[in-house]
C-alpha cells in the first residue's frame, strides 16, 4: 500500500505543473465522471464502477433510500445547484460579448412653433461589434467557462459529501440502537440473578449483601438507558435536517431495530483497495480536486484577460435610420440616415495600473497552484488513512467477537456454578458486566468498520455522477 501510494503522488501532483504554461480547456464533473477507465488507460482504475452509488453495496435497503432522499431535498445542495445556475448564466454572458450586438429603436417627436405642428418619425437600427484583437474577451469567456466547471465539480463534491454524512449518521443511530437494547437485554438478565440471588438469600445460602450487589448493578444498568435514549432521538434529528425535513419527521420511519447495515460488498471493494493501494489517476477524479483543477485554469484565464487589456483593441459601429415627417415618406432615399464608425482602445500609458492587476493576477494563479497542491496530499491522506482505518476496524471487530463469543460462556458457567454454590455473587456480577463492556465495544467497532468504509468511498470520491445527480428529482423546500 505504501509502494503504491509513493508511486501515486508524484503522478497526481505533477498534473498541476502542465496547467502553467497553458490555458486547457475546461472540463466539465460530467465530461470528468464520464471518461472510462479506457481513456484513463490505467488498469488500476477498473475498481472504480463499484465506486459509483456505493451505498448499494451495503445490505440496508432504508440507507439507499435515505441517501438519494438527501440528495434531492437538503437545502444545502440546492443552494449549491442555484450557485451552478448562476455560473452557467455568467458564462453566457462573457460568450455573449464575443458575438455582434444589435439593436433596434425607434422615436416620435412633435413640435409645435407658429402655430403649427411637426411630427417627425425615425426609426434606427445600430449595430457594434468589438473585434477582440486582443484575445481579452475570449480569455474572459475561457474563465467564466472554467468558473462553471468549477461550481458543477463543487456541486458534485457536495452531494458526495452529503451522501457519507447521511451513510455516517444512519449507521451512527443503528449503532446506538443496538447499543440500547444491549443495555436492556443485560437489565433483563440482571433482573433475573436479582431473584435468583433473593430466592437463595430467602433459603439461607446468600447474604442480604449479595442481594443489595445485585440491586446495585441493576440500577446500575438501568441508569445507562436514558443517554442512549437521548442520542437516538438526536441522531433521528440529525438525519432528518440532512434530508431537509423537520427534526421528528422520521422517528416513525427509521423504527428501533437497531440492526446494522452489512457490509456485503463494501468488504470486497476493501479488499480490492488494499490489494491495488490508491492510484493516482483515481484520486483526480475526486471532484474536489476537479473543481481545484478548473479554478486554476479559470485564473489563468484571467490572468490572459488582464495581459490582453495593455493591448490595443478596435471595434466597429453604426446604425441606419430613416428620418421623414410622414411614415410614407420614409421609403425615399432622403430619409436614408447611416453611419459607420471604427475606433481603436489602446492605454499607451496607465501609471504601472494594468501591469500591476496583471501581476496582483499572477499571485491569485500561484495561490490556486499551491491549493490545489495541498488538496492532493489531503486528497491521498484522506484515502490511505480511510483505507487503513477500515482495515484494522475489521480485524478489531473480528477479535472482538471471539471475545465476546468466550465471555458469553463463561458468564453462562458462572451462572451455573452460582446456582450450586461453587462461587461467590462477585464473581457472577463481573461476568455480567464483562459480557455487557465486550458486547458494547464489539458494536462500536462494527459501526467503526461501517464507518471507515464509508469514509472510504467518500475519499476516493466514490457516488453519484454528475449526470446521476442532474437526473434526480429535486424536492421544493418547505414553505410557511
Not at 497526481?12 to 479506457?38: D, F, I, K, N, Y
Not at 459529501?161 to 449518521?169: K, M, Q
Not at 488582464?306 to 466597429?316: E, K, T, V
Request: hydrophobic share 50%.
Amino acid at each position: 500500500m505504501a509502494l503504491a501510494a509513493a508511486m501515486a503522488l508524484p503522478l497526481l501532483l505533477g498534473g498541476c505543473s502542465s496547467l502553467q504554461h497553458r490555458t486547457p480547456a475546461p472540463e466539465t464533473a460530467a465530461s470528468a465522471a464520464a471518461r472510462t477507465p479506457t481513456d484513463a488507460g490505467t488498469p488500476a482504475i477498473a475498481t472504480l464502477p463499484v465506486l459509483s452509488r456505493w451505498w448499494q453495496q451495503f445490505d440496508d435497503p432504508q440507507l439507499g433510500a435515505l441517501v438519494e432522499e438527501a440528495l434531492s431535498g437538503n437545502p444545502g445542495l440546492a443552494s449549491a445547484r442555484a450557485r451552478v445556475a448562476q455560473a452557467r448564466a455568467l458564462r453566457e454572458q462573457a460568450a455573449a460579448a464575443l458575438a455582434p450586438q444589435l439593436g433596434l429603436s425607434a422615436s416620435l417627436t412633435r413640435q409645435r412653433s407658429s402655430g403649427s405642428t411637426t411630427t417627425v418619425l425615425a426609426p434606427q437600427l445600430s449595430a457594434s461589434w468589438e473585434l477582440d484583437a486582443s484575445g481579452r474577451l475570449a480569455a474572459t469567456e475561457r474563465g467564466a467557462a472554467a468558473d462553471l466547471a468549477a461550481t458543477e465539480a463543487t456541486l458534485l463534491a457536495s452531494a458526495h459529501s452529503l451522501a457519507g454524512e447521511v451513510a455516517l449518521a444512519q449507521v451512527a443511530l443503528r449503532g446506538n440502537q443496538a447499543r440500547r437494547a444491549l443495555v436492556q437485554a443485560s437489565l433483563e438478565a440482571q433482573q433475573q440473578t436479582l431473584q435468583l440471588t433473593q430466592w437463595r438469600a430467602q433459603a439461607g445460602l446468600a447474604s442480604t449483601l449479595d442481594v443489595e450487589q445485585a440491586r446495585a448493578s441493576l440500577e446500575q444498568t438501568r441508569a445507562q438507558r436514558p443517554a442512549w435514549d437521548t442520542a437516538i432521538a438526536q441522531g433521528e434529528h440529525a438525519l432528518a435536517v440532512l434530508l431537509g425535513l423537520e427534526p421528528k419527521a422520521l422517528q416513525a420511519r427509521l423504527g428501533r431495530d437497531g440492526r446494522l447495515p452489512a457490509p456485503g460488498e463494501a468488504l470486497a471493494t476493501l479488499d480490492r483497495q488494499l490489494e491495488a493501494g490508491v492510484p493516482a489517476e483515481l484520486l483526480r477524479r475526486r471532484p474536489d480536486l476537479v473543481a481545484a483543477e478548473a479554478t486554476i485554469s479559470a485564473e489563468l484565464a484571467r490572468l490572459d484577460a488582464r495581459q490582453a487589456a495593455r493591448r490595443p483593441d478596435f471595434a466597429l459601429s453604426g446604425t441606419l435610420g430613416w428620418r421623414a415627417l410622414t411614415l410614407a415618406a420614409l421609403g425615399g432615399s432622403g430619409a436614408l440616415v447611416a453611419t459607420l464608425a471604427a475606433s481603436v482602445d489602446w492605454p499607451v500609458h496607465d501609471g504601472g495600473l494594468l501591469a500591476a492587476q496583471a501581476e496582483a493576477q499572477q499571485a491569485v494563479l500561484e495561490q490556486a497552484r499551491l491549493n490545489w497542491h495541498t488538496a492532493t496530499l489531503t486528497a491521498a491522506q484522506d484515502a490511505e488513512d480511510s483505507l487503513a482505518a477500515a482495515a484494522g476496524s475489521r480485524a478489531q471487530a473480528r477479535a472482538l467477537g471471539e471475545a465476546v463469543t468466550a465471555a458469553t460462556q463463561a458468564l453462562a458457567l458462572a451462572r451455573q456454578r452460582y446456582q450450586a454454590g461453587l462461587i461467590d455473587f462477585t464473581t457472577l456480577l463481573d461476568a455480567q458486566r464483562t459480557l455487557l463492556t465486550l458486547q458494547t465495544s464489539q458494536v462500536g467497532a462494527e459501526v467503526d468498520l461501517r464507518q471507515n468504509l464509508i469514509r472510504l468511498f467518500k475519499a476516493l470520491g466514490g457516488g453519484l455522477s454528475a449526470a446521476d445527480l442532474a437526473a434526480l428529482p429535486v424536492r421544493a423546500a418547505a414553505t410557511r
